[in-house]
């Protein structure tokens, strides 16, 4: 019971990072259609801002709270600026253009962000520092770290935060109308180039949020950091349905839990299976996105709408 447990406690930290990265996908493919394969570069942008931020603070040597909270805030608005000036600069002109030109032109953006991360930030390895005081916690008979306890808690304050603006604001109400119909969120005066800045900017926030939350607990960051992580949030995202905002934080907790247990090992099962199954993790998440785009397309959350055409 101790054993399942602990593997919860993982697989819900790490869901909690999927989760956040996913909220970017659904929310810029709601609004735009996109599918913006460069958002997890984005978080891999956020994390080496938070490296340096908290190298610049003197949080290597000093860790503190005030400290860490000042690097998260760092990080965000840096990749906020960042989303911000993607969609300005790469995706708004081709607004009108076939689709495929915009999926061409993301893959592009991805493409630069990660070789010209290995250009400004060097091809090796950096580890992210310890900017709050680590710590062994026990939890029911469970034995974490606060800092999966931390990762937990400040993705779901965020998570609930993004719900409060989607659902709650007059920005959530005009990000849901241009979701629904674009041109006729234009014609009733819905300024719909300066929602889908914010929606990128937003997106980009919680992208920066989860990278330093992944420094936090796998310390190792590197300009191809974020394909991984990415293609799995984009394979949550995919599973919650793609647009739908709580589906995404659905998706991101099950990938989550899916991808932990698929390498735990179950002292009641063949040791040798589970091994082998924990080898195939990766492809077990993939396999999901195959099976959920031919047996349920708009996801565990998601409804099907046919198109006119």
């Not at 960051?221 to 599973?239: E, N, R, S």
Request: glycine content about 12%; some cysteine; charged content about 10%.
């Amino acid at each position: 019971m101790t054993t399942f447990l602990q593997h919860l406690l993982n697989g819900i930290a790490t869901g909690s990072i999927y989760a956040l990265l996913a909220l970017g996908y659904t929310m810029v493919y709601g609004v735009l259609k996109l599918i913006n394969f460069a958002h997890s570069d984005v978080f891999m942008i956020g994390a080496f801002s938070g490296y340096y931020a908290a190298h610049a603070l003197g949080l290597a040597s000093n860790p503190s709270l005030p400290g860490a909270l000042a690097v998260m805030v760092c990080s965000m608005a840096v990749c906020g600026t960042l989303g911000f000036l993607n969609e300005r600069i790469a995706y708004r002109p081709l607004r009108g253009a076939p689709r495929i030109t915009s999926l061409i032109t993301a893959i592009g953006v991805s493409l630069l962000l990660e070789y010209g991360g290995q250009m400004v930030f060097g091809p090796d390895p950096k580890f992210f520092p310890q900017v709050f005081p680590k710590s062994n916690v026990q939890l029911g008979g469970v034995n974490t770290t606060n800092y999966q306890l931390i990762v937990v808690a400040v993705a779901l304050a965020l998570m609930a935060g993004l719900q409060w603006i989607v659902y709650r604001t007059r920005f959530g109400k005009a990000m849901r109308a241009v979701s629904h119909n674009f041109e006729m969120a234009s014609l009733m005066g819905i300024p719909t180039d300066r929602v889908i800045s914010t929606t990128f900017v937003l997106g980009s926030t919680l992208a920066a949020a989860a990278g330093c939350l992944y420094g936090l607990v796998y310390p190792k960051i590197d300009p191809l950091m974020g394909v991984f992580p990415g293609l799995k949030a984009f394979v949550a995202a995919v599973l919650g349905g793609i647009g739908n905002v709580p589906g995404a934080m659905l998706g991101g907790m099950v990938i989550g839990l899916i991808e932990e247990y698929a390498v735990a090992v179950d002292p009641w099962a063949w040791q040798t299976l589970a091994v082998h199954v924990g080898r195939f993790k990766d492809a077990i998440v993939f396999g999901i996105l195959v099976a959920i785009l031919i047996f349920r397309p708009s996801g565990l959350l998601g409804r099907y709408e046919p198109e006119k055409v």
